[in-house]
Structures are given as structure tokens and as C-alpha cells.
């Protein structure tokens, strides 16, 4: 089966000047559907360079990048564009949501750009995290973990083959970080998900497929 995220050699420069950092040192991943893979590192490593070339945010320097067999690397900004909008889903550390929304309307955001053909229902997603009692509060009447549950419903209902998570339990006490990676880990296996999570939070690790540890750009097994 072709896997959800395939990363070939990717090399991701940044210059300042006459100073050269490598974010990204020839880092290979391959993530298959259904599985979720934890990348932990301490700050400063390239793990959000990482999730920003796999979701098509940012260009490499070199390598390839491809998401469900569709190449980013030598797409056009609109094709990135249409790619991340049909097979991409993000999560981010504090929900991201929309002051002025509902939960449900929080949702059905990514539907408003069009180009979904087979969407998830909003109020069944809503169920599926645990929110569907609250389907009409809007972001300030909830507490951190049921923004992040509202945000990774967002992030599925467009049916994404990848699904890319940035520091998901940074505003969660222990308790909530582990509901709410215990989600992401279900939603994955259930839904054939490739899933990415870039976190310091060792905790959650045991939730995880496999997990793999960011240095100075360059990615290994953690432990290795």
C-alpha cells in the first residue's frame, strides 16, 4: 500500500548572513497509513522544519517529498496548495480555533474551501472526540483539552491521509495529555491515518507506533 508520508533526503537550509544552519541534515521517514509516529528532540532540532516539508508548507532544499504517491517537491504552489487541502490535516498546540465559531462550525471550516469530495460528518466527528454535548459552545467555554479534541475533529473531517501534530499536550495537565494522544492514536489505527506528533512530552510516547528523535537535523530511532 503506498504510504501516507514518504521523505527521501531532505535537506532544508537556513542562512543568516554567513551563518548556514541545517534544519533539515538528509532526514529520511517514511510513515504508513494507519500507523503514528512520535518525534521528540529538544528545541531548535528541525522537528516543526519537519512538519512544515511534510505538509507542504515549506520547500526543501533537496530531496523528495511525497504525500499519498503525490510528490510536493516538484509540484507547482497550487497543486502544494490543493494537496494540503485534500490529503493534509493539522493539529496544532492549543486548538487554533476560531473565536467567533461554534465547536460544529469549528468543524465544518475546512468544507467552506471546497475541493473535499467525501467528507466526515461534523456532529458524528463531534461524537467520535467526545464533544457532541457540546457541539455549540464556542472556544472560551471550553477547557484546553476540549479545544484540542474540537481542533483534531477539524483536522480529520476532510478525510486527510496524513495527519501532522505539533506539541498537542504543551497546555494539558497529564491526565488530559493522555486522553487526548490516546484519541489521535485511535483516530489514526481506526481511520488508516498516517499520523506525525512532535512533542517533548515523554509521557504519551507508549500511545505511539514508533518513535523517532531529531538532533541537529538529523533523525534517528530514539535511543539509537
Same mark, same amino acid.
Given at each position: 500500500?503506498?504510504?501516507?508520508?514518504?521523505v527521501l533526503d531532505?535537506?532544508? +537550509? %537556513?542562512?543568516?548572513?554567513?551563518d548556514?544552519? %541545517?534544519?533539515l541534515d538528509? +532526514?529520511s521517514?517514511?510513515v504508513e497509513?494507519?500507523?503514528?509516529?512520535?518525534?521528540?528532540?529538544?528545541s531548535g532540532s528541525g522537528?516543526?522544519s519537519l512538519?512544515a516539508?511534510a505538509?507542504a508548507?515549506?520547500q526543501?532544499?533537496?530531496g523528495v517529498?511525497?504525500?499519498?504517491? =503525490?510528490?510536493?517537491t516538484a509540484?507547482? &504552489? @497550487?497543486t *502544494?496548495? *490543493?494537496i @494540503?487541502r485534500?490529503?493534509?490535516?493539522? +493539529?496544532f $498546540?492549543s486548538?487554533?480555533?476560531v473565536?467567533?465559531?461554534?465547536?460544529?462550525? $469549528?468543524?465544518?471550516?475546512?468544507?467552506?474551501f471546497g475541493?473535499? &469530495?467525501?467528507?466526515r460528518d461534523?456532529?458524528?466527528l463531534l461524537r467520535?472526540v467526545g464533544?457532541? $454535548?457540546?457541539? %455549540?459552545?464556542?472556544?472560551?467555554q471550553l477547557s484546553g483539552?476540549e479545544r =484540542? @479534541?474540537?481542533?483534531?475533529? *477539524? &483536522?480529520?473531517v476532510?478525510?486527510?491521509?496524513?495527519?501532522?501534530?505539533?506539541e498537542p499536550?504543551?497546555?494539558?495537565d497529564r =491526565?488530559r495529555s $493522555?486522553e487526548?494522544?490516546?484519541?489521535l =492514536?485511535?483516530e489514526a489505527?481506526?481511520n488508516?491515518?498516517?499520523?506525525?506528533?512532535v512533542?517533548h512530552?515523554?509521557?504519551?510516547?507508549?500511545h505511539?507506533? *514508533?518513535?523517532l528523535?531529531?538532533?541537529?537535523?538529523?533523525?534517528?530511532?530514539?535511543?539509537a
Amino acid at each position: 500500500m503506498t504510504p501516507a508520508l514518504d521523505v527521501l533526503d531532505v535537506t532544508l +537550509v %537556513h542562512r543568516d548572513g554567513d551563518d548556514v544552519v %541545517h534544519a533539515l541534515d538528509h +532526514v529520511s521517514l517514511r510513515v504508513e497509513r494507519g500507523e503514528m509516529v512520535a518525534v521528540i528532540g529538544p528545541s531548535g532540532s528541525g522537528k516543526s522544519s519537519l512538519l512544515a516539508v511534510a505538509g507542504a508548507l515549506v520547500q526543501p532544499d533537496s530531496g523528495v517529498v511525497r504525500v499519498d504517491d =503525490q510528490e510536493l517537491t516538484a509540484a507547482t &504552489a @497550487r497543486t *502544494r496548495s *490543493r494537496i @494540503r487541502r485534500e490529503r493534509i490535516g493539522f +493539529v496544532f $498546540q492549543s486548538g487554533n480555533l476560531v473565536p467567533a465559531l461554534t465547536c460544529v462550525d $469549528q468543524v465544518r471550516l475546512p468544507l467552506t474551501f471546497g475541493g473535499v &469530495a467525501d467528507p466526515r460528518d461534523p456532529v458524528e466527528l463531534l461524537r467520535e472526540v467526545g464533544m457532541e $454535548q457540546k457541539a %455549540h459552545r464556542r472556544p472560551h467555554q471550553l477547557s484546553g483539552g476540549e479545544r =484540542q @479534541r474540537v481542533g483534531i475533529a *477539524r &483536522a480529520l473531517v476532510g478525510r486527510p491521509t496524513l495527519l501532522l501534530v505539533d506539541e498537542p499536550t504543551a497546555a494539558l495537565d497529564r =491526565q488530559r495529555s $493522555q486522553e487526548v494522544v490516546a484519541l489521535l =492514536q485511535r483516530e489514526a489505527h481506526d481511520n488508516g491515518v498516517g499520523t506525525v506528533m512532535v512533542t517533548h512530552d515523554r509521557d504519551v510516547l507508549h500511545h505511539c507506533d *514508533r518513535v523517532l528523535e531529531m538532533v541537529d537535523g538529523r533523525l534517528t530511532p530514539a535511543g539509537a
